[in-house]
């Protein structure tokens, strides 16, 4: 029995308890505008879950559990790139993980992919009777019952943890020793490491591939210990490029100081179009972004949208931002530090080492490929980096 409706109108927690009482088979999926995630059921159980959030996929999950490196990662994606295997596969044959590790970080991969669904006010859902994927799940070991009592619990402790952590630009500081000699969580380590006096809460979250509730977890641990205190939010100059651009010819004109921007999806890749012919490709991506979020389900516009991205993303690689390009970094690390930079310009600029190129980097990124791109774009257009031939 196929159903179809919104989180507004009924929750997560009853939608999956409708289906277990109903011992529904098929894919519920959830989409939020930006983000999709299916969750696959047999007869009113659940045997696993995906996302479209890179941080959601296997390779980025595995990093931030400590599992595997993001060298493993890099080194898998490319042998994957070339044979077509599944990811897991290649990792336990090249011997970076264990067959039983790997199942187990596949059924705690689709937990997570499902907790995080309870942290969603907004929503479209799907229940598409009868339909699962064509290859073998690894089944999960928790009942529908368990997933949300777990789910709602951490609702209410991320109540609690945004309390004192009230952004993710805020900054941790650590007033004590942070790592004990008897922490073996790995996933915990990292994002422990990743603690300098100087990262934002966002910039671990990349830096480690780990998710916002995770690294929020780790340090509220950590501040009831008294051995992390949280300061400054950190604010991002808004770029220039995106503030001068022009706006959409047939946006409405502003009136008593209202806001001028796009209100609907047409007039939001309408101003896309405008961007990106000036080749302000930042602001394009932005604007379909949006168009995206506001119409998510509307398919001929989805069409549009990715047409105009795969424009996008030609015009990065017209400026030379091309997977074969190796970045070099034009500015020493002290006058680095000394900048401000986005999170994710962060986390691109921490991996550019003058011998690896664009794509290899991009596999590795947590980031969209269009998003990683642009950064690479930004850092150049800027001249904090260049892009230089192999050899």
Same mark, same amino acid.
């Given at each position: 029995?196929?159903?179809?409706?919104?989180?507004?109108?009924?929750?997560?927690?009853?939608?999956? *308890?409708?289906?277990?009482? /109903?011992?529904?088979?098929?894919?519920?999926?959830?989409?939020?505008?930006?983000?999709?995630?299916?969750?696959?059921?047999?007869?009113?159980?659940?045997?696993?879950?995906?996302?479209?959030?890179?941080?959601?996929?296997? /390779?980025?999950?595995?990093?931030?559990?400590?599992?595997?490196?993001?060298?493993?990662?890099?080194?898998?994606?490319?042998?994957?790139?070339? *044979?077509?295997?599944?990811?897991?596969?290649?990792?336990?044959?090249?011997?970076?993980?264990?067959?039983?590790?790997?199942?187990?970080?596949? %059924?705690?991969?689709?937990?997570?992919?499902?907790?995080?669904?309870? &942290?969603?006010?907004?929503?479209?859902?799907?229940?598409?009777?009868?339909?699962?994927?064509?290859?073998?799940?690894?089944? @999960?070991?928790?009942?529908?019952?368990?997933?949300? @009592?777990?789910?709602?619990?951490?609702?209410? @402790?991320?109540?609690?943890?945004?309390?004192?952590?009230?952004?993710?630009?805020?900054?941790?500081?650590?007033?004590?020793?942070?790592?004990?000699?008897?922490?073996?969580?790995?996933?915990?380590?990292?994002?422990?490491?990743?603690?300098?006096?100087?990262?934002?809460?966002?910039?671990?979250?990349?830096?480690?591939?780990?998710?916002?509730?995770?690294?929020?977890?780790?340090?509220?641990?950590?501040?009831?210990?008294?051995?992390?205190?949280? =300061?400054?939010?950190?604010?991002?100059?808004?770029?220039?490029?995106? *503030? &001068?651009?022009?706006?959409?010819?047939?946006?409405?004109?502003?009136?008593?100081?209202?806001?001028?921007?796009?209100?609907?999806?047409?007039?939001?890749?309408?101003?896309?179009?405008?961007?990106?012919?000036?080749? =302000?490709?930042? &602001?394009?991506?932005?604007?379909?972004?949006?168009?995206?979020?506001?119409?998510?389900?509307?398919?001929?516009?989805?069409?549009?949208?990715?047409?105009?991205?795969?424009?996008?993303? &030609? /015009?990065?690689?017209?400026?030379?931002?091309?997977?074969?390009? =190796?970045?070099?970094?034009?500015?020493?690390?002290?006058?680095?530090?000394?900048?401000?930079?986005?999170?994710?310009?962060?986390?691109?600029?921490? %991996?550019?080492?003058?011998?690896?190129?664009?794509?290899?980097?991009?596999?590795?990124?947590?980031?969209?490929?269009?998003?990683?791109?642009?950064?690479?774009?930004?850092?150049? *257009?800027?001249?904090?980096?260049?892009?230089?031939? =192999?050899?």
């Amino acid at each position: 029995m196929s159903i179809t409706g919104n989180l507004e109108t009924m929750s997560l927690a009853e939608l999956l *308890q409708w289906l277990a009482n /109903g011992r529904q088979t098929g894919t519920l999926i959830v989409n939020n505008g930006s983000v999709e995630k299916k969750i696959f059921l047999r007869d009113g159980a659940v045997l696993s879950s995906s996302s479209s959030d890179p941080r959601g996929f296997l /390779g980025h999950f595995l990093v931030s559990k400590g599992v595997i490196s993001e060298d493993d990662l890099a080194k898998a994606m490319a042998i994957q790139s070339e *044979q077509g295997k599944l990811l897991g596969e290649i990792l336990v044959e090249g011997g970076a993980i264990e067959q039983e590790m790997l199942d187990h970080m596949l %059924r705690l991969k689709a937990e997570e992919n499902i907790y995080d669904l309870f &942290a969603w006010v907004e929503g479209h859902f799907d229940f598409l009777d009868e339909e699962l994927p064509p290859y073998e799940l690894v089944p @999960m070991s928790a009942n529908i019952t368990g997933l949300v @009592m777990e789910g709602m619990r951490r609702i209410d @402790m991320s109540k609690e943890m945004e309390k004192v952590i009230p952004s993710t630009q805020c900054v941790p500081v650590s007033v004590a020793p942070l790592l004990d000699e008897d922490e073996m969580d790995f996933g915990w380590r990292g994002v422990l490491e990743a603690v300098d006096d100087d990262r934002s809460v966002e910039d671990i979250c990349l830096h480690t591939h780990s998710s916002e509730f995770f690294v929020y977890d780790v340090l509220f641990t950590k501040m009831k210990e008294g051995k992390i205190k949280i =300061v400054r939010p950190r604010v991002i100059a808004p770029d220039p490029q995106v *503030q &001068a651009a022009p706006a959409a010819a047939d946006a409405p004109a502003a009136k008593d100081g209202a806001d001028t921007g796009p209100t609907n999806a047409q007039a939001l890749i309408s101003e896309a179009m405008v961007h990106l012919k000036l080749g =302000v490709y930042e &602001a394009a991506a932005r604007h379909l972004g949006a168009a995206t979020s506001l119409e998510p389900h509307n398919r001929e516009l989805a069409m549009v949208i990715k047409e105009l991205e795969g424009e996008v993303m &030609a /015009g990065l690689e017209n400026d030379g931002v091309k997977d074969e390009k =190796v970045p070099v970094l034009e500015t020493t690390l002290d006058d680095l530090r000394a900048m401000s930079f986005s999170p994710e310009e962060g986390f691109i600029l921490s %991996r550019i080492n003058g011998t690896s190129d664009i794509a290899s980097i991009v596999k590795i990124s947590p980031l969209s490929e269009i998003d990683s791109l642009l950064v690479f774009w930004k850092l150049s *257009q800027s001249g904090q980096i260049s892009l230089k031939d =192999v050899g």
